[in-house]
């Protein structure tokens, strides 16, 4: 009535999602997997064992991978490949679906990115497994592309460069790799690309 009037501002709190690492059994890791035999030998000598013996690496010039893209066709094995590749090298490992990151408010997403790649540094040496890569960082030159999808692009190439430095393997797995941004592909961030055939 005397003219002054409070105002408290009502905006949802979104729950900020903090991804936990999943638990990886004692399985057998690579033996799990009949066949594939080539590649088996590329992954461990190309990454596990650069991982694991990093200096040795070091010794001889050779640089530690920052992380890799699987990609084939559907249901061809990449996740189920990752996750015997996780019981093989012994790191902590994080699984990540696209609902685990995208959200409605505007900059969630970058903060859970963000959140992601914290969580991942606390508890390295991690593996930050990405499904369906092409719904996160969709290239963004394609015309139908959103700003707050260029955002959470911008932020996930931030986070990635030189991650590897930091203790965090990525591995992004797709069925398009047309459809990822090409600056998510460079050295530096998905160093090695490699296709699973059916």
Not at 41 to 56: F, G, H, S, Y
Not at 177 to 195: E, F, M, Q, T, V
Request: charge should be negative; include cysteine; hydrophobic fraction near 35%.
């Amino acid at each position: 009535m005397n003219g002054e009037l409070e105002v408290e501002l009502s905006i949802p709190e979104e729950k900020v999602n903090k991804v936990q690492p999943k638990e990886i059994k004692k399985g057998k890791g690579f033996a799990s997997i009949a066949g594939m035999q080539e590649l088996k030998n590329t992954i461990q000598l190309d990454i596990i064992d650069a991982l694991n013996q990093k200096e040795r690496y070091a010794e001889y010039g050779l640089t530690i991978p920052n992380g890799m893209l699987l990609y084939g066709p559907p249901g061809c094995g990449k996740t189920f490949f990752t996750e015997k590749m996780a019981e093989e090298i012994g790191f902590n490992f994080y699984q990540i679906k696209p609902s685990d990151i995208q959200n409605k408010f505007v900059n969630a997403s970058q903060e859970n990115i963000k959140n992601l790649f914290d969580e991942a540094k606390q508890n390295a040496p991690s593996i930050i497994f990405i499904d369906e890569l092409d719904a996160l960082v969709p290239n963004r030159d394609t015309s139908n592309i959103s700003y707050m999808n260029t955002s959470a692009v911008n932020e996930f190439l931030a986070q990635m460069n030189n991650c590897g430095d930091e203790g965090i393997f990525i591995i992004g797995a797709t069925n398009r790799p047309n459809a990822i941004d090409p600056a998510i592909l460079r050295s530096g961030r998905l160093d090695k690309h490699i296709y699973l055939p059916p």
